[in-house]
């Protein structure tokens, strides 16, 4: 995976656009595919070295802390630490039960509608 990165404190020109391993995820964390990242303050203070007491001297330090993407959830739903919460499920053609199902404030999940292929 591509991340910016690095391996020094320093100036700007520290940055480095790298390729990295994959993190593999523990059962408590997620995966985020990022689809667009920005630059904040928490960025430029851990490259100039102003946040050692948190970061250490561990390179390489991936920066990007903002970031927009989709979650993988897949380990945490295998290991039953995270659920789907579906209430009930209604055929298209019941539409309009499901939405008054969903109106009483019963419903305890989500309120799914299928749609036959």
Same mark, same amino acid.
């Given at each position: 995976?591509?991340?910016?990165?690095?391996?020094?404190?320093?100036?700007?020109?520290?940055?480095?656009?790298?390729?990295?391993?994959?993190?593999?995820? /523990?059962?408590?964390?997620?995966?985020?595919?990022?689809?667009?990242?920005?630059?904040?303050?928490?960025?430029? /203070?851990?490259?100039?070295?102003?946040?050692?007491?948190?970061?250490?001297?561990?390179?390489? @330090?991936?920066?990007?802390?903002?970031?927009?993407? $989709?979650?993988?959830?897949?380990?945490? @739903? $295998?290991?039953? /630490?995270?659920?789907?919460?579906?209430?009930?499920?209604?055929?298209? +053609? +019941?539409?309009?039960?499901?939405?008054?199902?969903? $109106?009483?404030?019963?419903?305890?999940?989500?309120?799914?509608?299928?749609?036959?292929?």
């Amino acid at each position: 995976m591509k991340a910016v990165i690095i391996n020094r404190y320093g100036l700007p020109d520290v940055l480095q656009y790298a390729d990295i391993d994959k993190p593999q995820i /523990k059962p408590d964390q997620m995966l985020v595919k990022v689809y667009a990242s920005s630059v904040n303050p928490i960025d430029w /203070k851990i490259r100039k070295g102003m946040l050692k007491i948190l970061t250490g001297n561990r390179f390489p @330090i991936v920066l990007g802390f903002d970031v927009a993407g $989709e979650v993988y959830l897949k380990q945490q @739903i $295998e290991t039953g /630490k995270l659920q789907s919460v579906i209430d009930r499920t209604y055929p298209l +053609a +019941a539409a309009a039960a499901a939405h008054t199902y969903s $109106e009483t404030g019963r419903a305890q999940g989500k309120v799914v509608i299928t749609i036959a292929s």
